[in-house]
């Protein structure tokens, strides 16, 4: 990981429970998203992560949607706002 990102790791697990804690970044992904961009419903490969899933809301609030791959229908998506300058960590099933 890049020398950058160091503070911003030790700031994450100062700031987390559990195994984000612990964790060690293997990869970072930055996204940016214009008002009413995003991306679909998707499910991440459980073979390309180990350990915690981190996101962090820098510039504005987002809303991230949840819901079981098993094809739910979109009426039981679970709604999670992060306001700007949020930590959510994710993990298991998530």
């Known amino acids: ?5 160091d ?11 559990d195994e984000a804690r612990d964790f060690e970044p293997d ?12 991306i679909a419903f998707h499910v991440d490969t459980h073979s390309a992560f180990e350990g915690p899933i ?7 609030g987002i809303v991230l949607e949840f819901r ?3 094809g739910d229908k979109e009426e039981r998506a679970l709604p999670l706002w ?4 949020s ?8």
């Open 54 to 60: 981190v996101i962090l809301s820098i510039a504005g």
């Open 82 to 85: 992060l306001p700007r300058r």
């Open 68 to 70: 079981k791959s098993e």
């Open 27 to 38: 990869q970072l992904t930055i996204n940016e998203y214009t008002p009413g961009d995003g």
């Open 7 to 17: 503070e911003l790791v030790r700031r994450i697990r100062a700031n987390s429970v």
């Open 87 to 94: 930590l959510a960590v994710m993990g298991g099933e998530s």
């Open 1 to 5: 990981m890049p020398a950058y990102t």
